[in-house]
């Protein structure tokens, strides 16, 4: 028992000191090797009483609404790590279910020619609106010179097709956004796909281009 007691001795000995920094609800600071239950909602410094140097700092605690609000942002950067690992999963799936570099832009090829036409049809409506839309403000110009009243359905038609014009055009402009994306898109996926295959897939083409056996050496 004795060894017992002098062993536990000697261990708080040797553990070092700590003291304690805060400021109290009167606005006073207060130091002590000891931390009474009331300074546990303060914001404390750890000192060493032997180096006189900070080794910690803890904060006050949290009101129930800041804790509530530590919880969300906690839970939403959870749901975050979720996602990006989720896209990731989808991503590597993906990339596996192409054998070449050449496979992976001839698909995003696609998808740019696609995203292409889509923007040459909307180009197109454009222009086809604002032929009418000159037609008409055209015909409203000469019934206003020669003293008529605009027709009220040719004015509600011209109100429809600069509105309809606007939306065209917020439209392409999404949509070349979308088409430049793209292109960064298949950047970052080509170098990913080398990533993953440790950088030594060729193009299928390479690969395809490989020659056979000559007939000699097949015989032997």
């Avoid at 410094?45 to 605690?61: D, H, K, N, Q």
């Avoid at 011209?158 to 065209?168: G, S, T």
């Avoid at 439209?171 to 440790?198: I, P, S």
């Amino acid at each position: 028992m004795a060894a017992v007691l002098a062993a536990g001795a000697a261990v708080a000995k040797d553990k070092p000191k700590k003291l304690y920094r805060w400021v109290d609800k009167d606005g006073k600071v207060q130091f002590s090797d000891t931390l009474p239950a009331e300074a546990l909602e303060h914001a404390r410094t750890e000192i060493s009483s032997e180096s006189g140097r900070t080794t910690g700092e803890v904060g006050r605690a949290l009101t129930p609404e800041e804790q509530a609000e530590a919880d969300r942002i906690a839970a939403e950067k959870a749901r975050e790590q979720r996602t990006a690992e989720q896209q990731r999963q989808t991503e590597e799936a993906m990339l596996a279910s192409y054998q070449s570099e050449e496979e992976l832009r001839r698909s995003f090829g696609m998808r740019v020619t696609l995203m292409q036409e889509n923007l040459n049809a909307i180009e197109a409506g454009i222009g086809s609106q604002r032929n009418s839309l000159t037609s008409l403000l055209a015909e409203a110009s000469e019934a206003e010179l020669a003293g008529k009243a605009v027709n009220a359905r040719q004015a509600a038609t011209i109100r429809e097709l600069h509105q309809e014009m606007a939306k065209q055009q917020n439209m392409l402009v999404v949509k070349q956004a979308e088409l430049m994306r793209l292109d960064q898109e298949l950047e970052y996926l080509v170098k990913r796909f080398h990533e993953l295959r440790g950088g030594t897939t060729r193009p299928a083409a390479e690969e395809s281009a490989e020659p056979a056996p000559a007939a000699d050496d097949a015989a032997g």
